[in-house]
């Protein structure tokens, strides 16, 4: 697989006149495509399968090939690749032997992040949803920034655009290193945690980039860091000591921002910063509250005013594959999420709870059906354990057999690893054929409960299956 290197001399992005991506279908990379075609860039890409996401990108001109032929790089002077991207494909070995420029993504992002006040938010767990509350509270302010966020908005369906405002809101990607690319004028960390083992071998390694990351914060910038993260914790005190602005969020007594008085209400929740008021948001858990905390000190260090950011916090109405409705067939709800590390799951099933029980007060009783799909070997290898007691926070577990992605697979790597570490008191459902989950799930729902699908590979596909079996 191509890796990405270590930080190095930014790209200028405009010596790029033709970009062509490799697996342009990609949420990261489809994002930096639709930005270059705003500004001007001649872009084409290819991928393994169509989707409607390659027909978005034909309509706003981008060239789109199904498939992989050293012929579809045309004219190009830059390829851009991601980490999934092997050697062996026939786009990139062509690329090389014509001595083209080959960016990573996050080199491409980069270099269109250049003049820009750039915002880039890391962490284990949250940066999706905490760039998307921060995007749409900015256009809410009337900032117009730039965004890329590896998921897509509900509101918009996209997940990247260009903005003629001079803020620059991006994602940033700590699984293989490619945060690093970045100088922000202000970094997030949400939380530091043991994850992408496959890549730093130790969470010492992990923590040690995540160091490196808060380093490249330009001088004169700022860190939004939790304060409930201990990790996190420690750098900003190492971001305070180099003379950055750092302002901490969350629910310990030291934060600067304090979240107290968390109330879920339905399918959202209620809370309040203390000293500077209440805050309501329409997505469901106390992680959310959290993520939204965070983009409130981002916007107040751009300069917006407290009720501009509540109102806009008010309006956000979730990130696709965040605990997302699908819909409600026999009377059982469907959502679904792209929770694949336990805390994650452990995270929206709690916050599935919270929800249930708040219908259990009105008279009407469920039970959570969690449908997990594993996320490659590696991960599945070194936490199955965990997996399995998140599970047993549901009352019925299905567990997939493991999404392999980018890695092959592992002799006595399976699903069955966690399905097996499901404590007592959960029903659990073994179901290696993912063709047969949607029947399986029909047969064990009843009326009143919530259905959960969850994981980063195709399961999100399962839902609209799942609910055409229920009705």
Known sequence: MTQAAGPGAAIDGATIRHAHFIAIGGAGMSGIARIMLRRGITVSGSDAKDSPILAQLAELGAEVFVGHSAEHLGDADTVVVSTAIRESNPELRAARERGLRVLHRSEALAALMAGRRAVAVAGTHGKTTTTSMLTVVLQHAGLDPAYCIGGQLVTTGLGADDGTGDVFVAEADESDGSFLRYSPHIAVVTNVEADHLDNYGAFEKVKENFARFVERIEPGGALVASADDPVAGELAGAARERGL???TYGESAGADLRLTGFTPRGLGSRFAIEGLGELTLEVPGRH????????????????????????GLASFTGSMRRLERKGEAGGVQVFDSYAHHPTELTADLQATREYLDQLAAEGRTGRIVAVFQPHLYSRTRFFATEFGRALGLADVAVVLDVYGAREDPEPGVSGRLIADAVPEGTRVEYVPVREQVPQVVAELARPGDLVLTLGAGDVTALGPLILERLA
């Not at 939204?292 to 260090?301: F, G, Q, S």
């Open 245 to 247: 602005t750092v302002v």
């Open 288 to 311: 959310y509250a959290h993520n939204a905390t965070a983009a409130l000190a981002v916007a107040r260090l751009l300069g917006c005013d407290f009720a501009t950011i509540r109102d």
